[in-house]
């Protein structure tokens, strides 16, 4: 939270399976159009927040899976667990006040005595989470018997059914619309309220967040019936909320663009790189620009053209040096000279490059670092590069655009690779 100085521009606060994360798009195309958006024209300025049914285990597992981004914030297992940056600090307070009127064992013991609920797997159980598998036609009757005998034996807790077989037992105060209201009036004492919020989710677990007040929601195309129903009954004449047009994360590029939050092309849907320009010129688009040329480039999506190469040597110092994770240095002309070799080496294969984490620190009055992760998939391997550049803004603006001066690359650890088979 501390990350950006003041209220963030926009806020996103997004659920991940079936929402920001689409398990039947093989490609991922609409998650790494996301990526791109942020990271090109956000991350600088705004806050990320996923907000997820998983337990801290199931969340990282997801993270191996896809490329998803670093997000600011995440809430897991339901809102009962908020943890803060890549470290994933807990929120103690949180914590604290999910204490109160809350007791796991007896929770357990009145559960024990409906044989409709089968107990999911052990990762799934939380301090303040125990959760079930129950079939859909039983649901209604169960948690309503449930909840009252938890009622009689003196607990205070929330019964939420989603996905069509999933029922989590909560303290009253937890769920995924209390931690959200938690961290705004978190925001509000500290003076830095978003400017604007909006929430992303697909299933009954989401609906709280669309209860919050003053924030814009999007219901994916693709949201679950539970859903849809209960925004029939409680929100529908609301036009701060819509049910996108599009699938998961295109969905919610879908909505920025509806509510006129803030710039909703990605770089990925500009067919001319040469044409993408930033409508909030920032290192973090330079940065997301050159890797997505380099992904189409050895992809063999684009021309293999002497215009394209030198319109990148003209964004490099001509003494500008690539020091690689090795410590093997190469002038940033030579390795974009070297590309020529490489042109649609990759076509036709799983191959991807994405950046996250872009962020950019004033140096001087038109220098920048930029540090940030560069990510590449080829098949079903991943590596990064913890990369640092320095880059110089050509006009007083940077509405020229950028110069290259220092490339810095080191393995992130477990991410390493072969070094020949990537020039960047």
């Known amino acids: 939270m501390d990350r950006i100085t003041k209220a963030a521009r926009l806020m996103i606060v997004s659920d991940l399976d079936h929402t920001m994360v689409d398990h039947h798009d093989p490609e991922d195309m609409s998650l790494l159009r996301f990526n791109a958006l942020w990271e090109s024209n956000y991350r600088h300025d705004s806050l990320l927040i996923f ?7 199931l969340y990282k597992e997801l993270r191996k899976e896809k490329p998803m981004l670093t997000p ?41 005595k409906f044989s409709e609920l089968k107990l999911q797997a052990e990762t799934e159980q939380r301090p303040h989470k125990v959760s079930f598998y129950v079939d859909k036609a039983k649901a209604q009757t169960v948690t309503k018997q449930l909840s009252e005998c938890l009622e009689k034996r003196g607990l ?40 604007n919020t909006l929430v992303c989710g697909d299933s009954g677990n989401d609906a709280e967040l669309f209860s919050i007040p003053e924030v814009y929601g999007v219901m994916v195309n693709n949201a679950q019936e539970e859903l849809l129903q209960w925004h029939a009954e409680n929100a529908k004449g609301n036009p701060n909320i819509i049910h996108a047009k599009e699938r998961c994360a295109a969905g919610i590029i879908e909505a920025v663009g509806h509510f006129n939050l803030g710039p909703n092309t990605s770089p990925r849907d500009v067919a001319d790189f040469m044409e993408c320009k930033a409508e909030n010129v920032n290192p973090g688009h330079e940065v997301v620009k050159f890797y997505l040329f380099y992904e189409r480039w050895r992809r063999g999506e684009i021309d293999n053209c002497e215009a394209y190469l030198a319109s990148l040597k003209a964004c490099c110092d001509p003494s500008a040096v690539v020091v690689f994770p090795s410590g093997v240095e190469k002038t940033l002309h030579e390795c974009i000279h070297a590309m020529k070799t490489c042109h649609g080496d990759q076509k036709g294969k799983k191959f991807r490059v994405w950046v996250d984490r872009v962020l950019s620190t004033p140096i001087g009055s038109s220098t920048y670092l930029v540090k940030f992760d560069k990510w590449e998939l080829s098949g079903e391997e991943r590596s990064c590069r913890v990369t640092t550049v320095k880059i110089d803004a050509k006009g007083s603006n940077a509405t020229d655009g950028f110069t290259w001066v220092n490339v810095q690359q080191k393995w992130l650890e477990g991410f390493e690779k072969d070094e020949s088979t990537s020039v960047f």
Request: charged letters at 25%; hydrophobic letters at 35%.
């Open 51 to 57: 907000s997820t049914g998983r337990s801290p285990t």
């Open 72 to 112: 600011d914030i995440t809430i897991m297992s339901v809102g009962t667990e908020i943890t803060y940056g890549d470290a994933m600090v807990p929120d103690e307070g949180w914590v604290e006040f999910l204490n109160q009127k809350w007791d796991r064992n007896i929770v357990a013991e009145e559960t024990s």
């Open 156 to 195: 205070d807790v929330k019964i939420i059914y989603s996905g069509g077989m999933d029922l989590d037992i909560l303290p009253q105060g937890a769920g995924k619309g209390q931690a959200l209201a938690y961290l705004l009036k978190k925001f509000k004492d500290e003076g830095k309220t978003p400017v």
